[in-house]
């Protein structure tokens, strides 16, 4: 049974705002005809025109899944469902916070309103009720659920907002990081392939040692800094064809804290990892590292990782002072150093998959193809 009668919007500066209320979808259910039809020549009346009633309860949470209503106005006492059971019913719908439920009931005493209260009734309307104060109640109910159902819409436009922002630093950092890193290399007579295929042996070493998929996405991202602090090493030392002397090596060592130094003072997870790679890619495994001497797991495991597969993809490449290596000597190399410069624990699983190793070395490895996904899981990360 739908309301009857003229519909009219309420005048004054308000419009907009009345226009809603007045328009709202309502629905109300009472086992008594004629107060429903009280009701809506009351509401018709104050220009309502989104009344919808019924006369059996049981039919209301169907209507309500159909009609998403502002308000619901109820009766307590029904033969088929009381409004305690119809609240108990409607709250699947209505999970958390109070019910949009007003009340219209002949029952005065406390108790009962106490209890309905409780059960998630924001209002009350005595009957037989005032037109005027019927109107009143419903009008501010309506309103307030509106104001809600703006502010909600507000927050999510304003979580979007967040989440593409969030997006944009993140490929930001991520490619800033990236590009530092490839200054570092170029100095190095690098093309910056050398810590793309570090980044990529690094992020699978980690997943074999048991990282989860937002640390290998977080580890491979932070990879290419590793050598950042190259940029502070002179060009006669950094591209030195022969052997190092003891001077010229000291002063290639500092790289490691210059790139802890450049990383400090950004609290990300991202450069947080990536200044501890810095910092302790270069210690190994029995202490006789730099450039704080530390020994086996008192190492990060990510400055463990990257210590491995840097010296690995190193050994395979063409350097000034030195042809590549063939991959066979270069395991045999890694596999003498097990225990001494590398993790064991690393080394045994290393060697367990190094054809997927030697993959990644092959010019014909589409580096590109896996940038994506891990940009995407590292978002996730810095959004939660």
């Given at each position: 049974?739908?309301?009857?009668?003229?519909?009219?919007?309420?005048?004054?500066?308000?419009?907009?705002?009345?226009?809603?209320?007045?328009?709202?979808?309502?629905?109300?259910?009472?086992?008594?005809?004629?107060?429903?039809?009280?009701?809506?020549?009351?509401?018709?009346?104050?220009?309502?025109?989104?009344?919808?009633?019924?006369?059996?309860?049981?039919?209301?949470p169907e209507l309500?899944?159909?009609?998403?209503?502002?308000?619901?106005?109820?009766?307590?006492?029904?033969?088929?469902?009381?409004?305690?059971?119809?609240?108990?019913?409607?709250?699947?719908?209505?999970?958390?916070?109070?019910?949009?439920?007003?009340?219209?009931?002949?029952?005065?005493?406390?108790?009962?309103?106490?209890?309905?209260?409780?059960?998630?009734?924001?209002?009350?309307?005595?009957?037989?009720?005032?037109g005027a104060e019927?109107?009143?109640?419903?009008?501010n109910l309506v309103?307030?659920?509106?104001?809600?159902?703006?502010?909600?819409?507000?927050?999510?436009?304003?979580?979007?907002?967040?989440?593409?922002?969030?997006?944009?630093?993140?490929?930001?950092?991520?490619?800033?990081?990236?590009?530092?890193?490839?200054?570092?290399?170029?100095?190095?007579?690098?093309?910056?392939?050398?810590?793309?295929?570090?980044?990529?042996?690094?992020?699978?070493?980690?997943?074999?040692?048991?990282?989860?998929?937002?640390?290998?996405?977080?580890?491979?991202?932070?990879?290419?800094?590793?050598?950042?602090?190259?940029?502070?090493?002179?060009?006669?030392?950094?591209?030195?064809?022969?052997?190092?002397?003891?001077?010229?090596?000291?002063?290639?060592?500092?790289?490691?804290?210059?790139?802890?130094?450049?990383?400090?003072?950004?609290?990300?997870?991202?450069?947080?990892?990536?200044?501890?790679?810095?910092?302790?890619?270069?210690?190994?495994?029995?202490?006789?590292?730099?450039?704080?001497?530390?020994?086996?797991?008192?190492?990060?495991?990510?400055?463990?990782?990257?210590?491995?597969?840097?010296?690995?993809?190193?050994?395979?490449?063409?350097?000034?002072?030195?042809?590549?290596?063939?991959?066979?000597?270069?395991?045999?190399?890694?596999?003498?150093?097990?225990?001494?410069?590398?993790?064991?624990?690393?080394?045994?699983?290393?060697?367990?998959?190094?054809?997927?190793?030697?993959?990644?070395?092959?010019?014909?490895?589409?580096?590109?193809?896996?940038?994506?996904?891990?940009?995407?899981?590292?978002?996730?990360?810095?959004?939660?």
């Open positions: 049974m739908a309301g009857t009668g003229k519909s009219r919007i309420l005048a004054g500066p308000d419009g907009p705002t009345a226009a809603r209320i007045l328009g709202a979808s309502l629905l109300a259910v009472d086992d008594e005809p004629r107060n429903l039809r009280g009701l809506e020549r009351t509401l018709s009346h104050a220009g309502f025109t989104g009344l919808r009633t019924t006369t059996d309860p049981r039919e209301v309500y899944r159909q009609l998403q209503p502002l308000l619901v106005l109820t009766d307590l006492c029904m033969p088929q469902m009381s409004g305690f059971e119809l609240m108990e019913a409607l709250r699947e719908q209505v999970p958390h916070g109070p019910l949009p439920v007003l009340v219209l009931t002949s029952l005065r005493d406390r108790q009962t309103r106490i209890r309905a209260l409780r059960a998630g009734a924001r209002d009350f309307l005595t009957k037989p009720f005032d019927a109107v009143a109640r419903i009008r309103e307030m659920r509106l104001l809600e159902q703006d502010l909600t819409s507000h927050n999510q436009r304003l979580e979007r907002a967040v989440r593409q922002r969030t997006r944009e630093l993140t490929r930001s950092r991520q490619q800033l990081i990236r590009r530092l890193g490839q200054a570092a290399e170029y100095r190095d007579e690098e093309t910056g392939q050398h810590i793309e295929r570090v980044a990529h042996m690094g992020a699978l070493l980690g997943r074999l040692a048991g990282l989860g998929k937002i640390e290998c996405a977080r580890l491979e991202a932070a990879l290419p800094m590793h050598d950042v602090g190259k940029i502070a090493v002179p060009d006669a030392i950094l591209r030195k064809p022969g052997p190092l002397t003891d001077q010229e090596r000291a002063v290639m060592q500092t790289h490691t804290t210059v790139g802890g130094k450049l990383l400090a003072g950004d609290e990300s997870r991202l450069v947080v990892l990536a200044r501890s790679i810095a910092l302790t890619h270069h210690e190994r495994w029995d202490g006789s590292g730099y450039p704080a001497g530390l020994a086996a797991e008192a190492i990060p495991l990510p400055g463990r990782i990257c210590a491995l597969v840097d010296v690995f993809d190193a050994l395979t490449s063409v350097r000034p002072y030195k042809d590549a290596w063939p991959v066979t000597k270069a395991m045999d190399e890694i596999l003498a150093q097990a225990g001494a410069q590398f993790d064991p624990h690393l080394v045994a699983l290393f060697q367990g998959h190094r054809s997927a190793f030697e993959g990644i070395l092959r010019p014909e490895f589409h580096l590109a193809s896996h940038s994506s996904s891990s940009f995407h899981t590292l978002y996730e990360d810095e959004e939660s």
